[in-house]
């Protein structure tokens, strides 16, 4: 199956349990990668026969930006759903980092896989 990759998308979200945590919007790293079939795009050269990926991101940028989820999987969970609606997706996967979080890790991730029925 062919892959759309996105790597290290730097998206801004208000996302902790902790009250400190809740005072500003933190930096979070999304890595996004899509299952699809991109025979049609290979051979068209044309943006309509694929996803647009820029879109895409803009997409996934404003959902984070506006939650106000808690835990990570949560808006993990969120944010697949999302990739998961888009025409031709078969299965989506998503790695959700938040940076400096533990005083002795760089970060913490929560990773997602999901499938289309």
């Keep these: 199956m062919d892959k759309i990759i996105i790597q290290g998308l730097q998206v801004k979200s208000l996302i902790g349990v902790y009250d400190w945590e809740r005072e500003a919007k933190q930096p979070l790293l999304i890595d996004i990668e899509l299952s699809l079939d991109l025979r049609t795009a290979g ?21 984070a930006f506006n939650s106000k989820f808690q835990l990570l999987e949560a808006l993990a969970n969120h944010i697949i759903q999302h990739l998961l609606s888009y025409s031709g997706v078969k299965s989506a996967k998503i790695s959700l980092s938040k940076p400096n979080i533990l005083p002795n890790a760089n970060a913490v991730t929560v990773e997602l896989f999901r499938e289309n029925p």
């Design 43 to 63: 051979t068209s050269d044309d943006v309509k026969d694929t996803i647009d990926y820029a879109a895409l991101a803009f997409a996934v940028e404003e959902i």
